[in-house]
């Protein structure tokens, strides 16, 4: 092969590989007809592209009796650790068929992190204290992200594909799984929604009770 046609098929894929298009999506969730709607999960998979993903460990605390943060994304694949910074035991658990574990009782940085491979939603509880509740969320698409205080996610740079969206939040009403959305070139779509939340009711006892070993 001469110089001059070599040179042309790296300028020729060059040329490619910048002008590979990529478009943007920015949806934007209401609850209840007003209040932006934050920490819910947007998850889009593409349909015609795989798309490599990377697991990330990730870090749920416990502090003052309640999991922070409460809602947490984990890629399939990957580990999260449950820190008690409280100076008192919680017991972590779940029953969820994504994922089944249980920490009993324990203070401080355990060793060991739990291990999350089945996408789903894993519900955490705490046998101590009934009203601490946890949410984690395992995906297999590295498009999944949380909405914002404003209630908003922006995936940029998605490659020409048509999508699938789902929503998912604890207090969701109705199930949003199946909207679908065909992004061509420099599309720039906005997408808002409004959704009907229920209100999470929480009981903390022992409020005002003389602390016992547990609470
Ligand atoms: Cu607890």
Redesign the pocket.
Known sequence: MNIRLSKLILLSIFLQVGTTSAAELRIKLTKNGELPLANAVVKLEPRNHKVKIVPQNKVID?IN?EFVPRIVIVIQGGDINFPNKDNIK??VYSFSDAKQFELPLYEGVLAESVNFEKPGVVVLG?N??DW?RGYIYVTDSPYTMLTNREGTVSFESLPEDTYKLSIWHPGLNEDLKNMSYTLRGEDSLEINRDVVIKPVVKIRRNQNRRRNRYD
Do not use: R, V
Request: proline share 0%; with cysteine.
């Open positions: 416990q009796k919680h017991h705490c101590i204290h601490m």
